[in-house]
């Protein structure tokens, strides 16, 4: 038997390692507050970044998510949070390498309660959170 929990113990270690500061839940992945999908870093985007996407993502974005990450997406928008202002910085290029367009699609989506996020999965459709996401990747500064 204590084979079968070493193995285990071996199998819990190999499948997180690709996912560093993140739980596992009976929901799906927790990061930091966030509920992300089990296919968070592997969900793909179905959507074409050409103009018609942009357009719309930067739409919907002026209308839900400019009031907290700012016009431009610096996280200095007026009900923005001081204190969490590394984390609603939008264009941070590092967070393109921690916010693939599966993960942010799941962060849209669930929101998380500190620092405070709304969910948006009640007020906008599928395609409407991809075209955030779609948008929300063209804001990352190169590296």
Same mark, same amino acid.
Request: glycine share 10%; aromatic share 4%.
């Given at each position: 038997?204590?084979? @079968? ?63 907290? @990450? ?20 939008? #264009? ?45 990747? #063209? ?5």
């Amino acid at each position: 038997m204590r084979t @079968h929990l070493l193995s285990a113990a071996a199998v819990v270690v190999l499948l997180g390692a690709g996912m560093a500061g993140v739980e596992l839940s009976p929901d799906g992945p927790q990061a930091r507050g966030w509920t992300l999908g089990p296919d968070a870093e592997t969900k793909q985007n179905p959507l074409t970044p050409d103009e018609k996407t942009l357009a719309a993502g930067r739409a919907i974005f002026k209308q839900k998510c400019q009031r907290c @990450h700012g016009p431009g997406g610096l996280g200095d928008g007026p009900d923005a949070d001081p204190d969490a202002a590394e984390d609603m910085d939008l #264009t941070n290029p590092k967070r393109a390498e921690r916010n693939p367009d599966g993960v942010v699609f799941y962060k849209v989506s669930n929101g998380r309660s500190s620092p405070k996020m709304p969910a948006f999965k009640d007020e906008m459709n599928e395609q409407q959170i991809w075209m955030v996401v779609t948008y929300v990747q #063209t804001l990352r500064k190169k590296p």
